[in-house]
Nanobody, 124 residues
Framework: QVQLVESGGGLVQAGGSLRLSCAAS????????MGWFRRAPGEEREFVGG????????YYADSAKGRFTISRDSAKNTVYLQMNSLKPEDTAVYSC?????????????????WGQGTQVTVSS
């Protein structure tokens, strides 16, 4: 069982930055691939990026490439999403998820555990 708690969301102006954190419980954190997803109002959940259990492999959606960076700190059981050059279209509820597998997946249904989400609002 893994419990995930996100933090770091908020209101930021376009061009600004935010760093989201996802703190995980459990002693086998490194066994889980972690993903970040977002859902904008009226839209379907969208994959943002993911990181392997070791942190060696990362994969980003096209919308995140060059602006967002995922990292993980195994000592703190925490995954981060650094978001730079934010745009109004990045406004969404951002959630982290854990997957008990070695590969990163873009499919939300392939993740086993989810956090409650944190709101990110980017004003123009």
């Amino acid at each position: 069982q893994v419990q995930l708690v996100e933090s770091g969301g908020g209101l930021v102006q376009a061009g600004g930055s935010l760093r989201l954190s996802c703190a995980a419980s459990g002693r086998t954190f490194s066994a889980y691939t972690m993903g970040w997803f977002r859902r904008a109002p009226g839209e379907e959940r969208e994959f943002v990026g993911g990181v392997s259990g070791s942190g060696a492999t990362k994969y980003y959606a096209d919308s995140a490439k060059g602006r967002f960076t995922i990292s993980r700190d195994s000592a703190k059981n925490t995954v981060y999403l650094q978001m730079n050059s934010l745009k109004p279209e990045d406004t969404a509820v951002y959630s982290c998820a854990a997957r008990g597998a070695w590969t990163i997946s873009q499919r939300a249904r392939e993740y086993d555990y989810w956090g409650q989400g944190t709101q990110v609002t980017v004003s123009s």
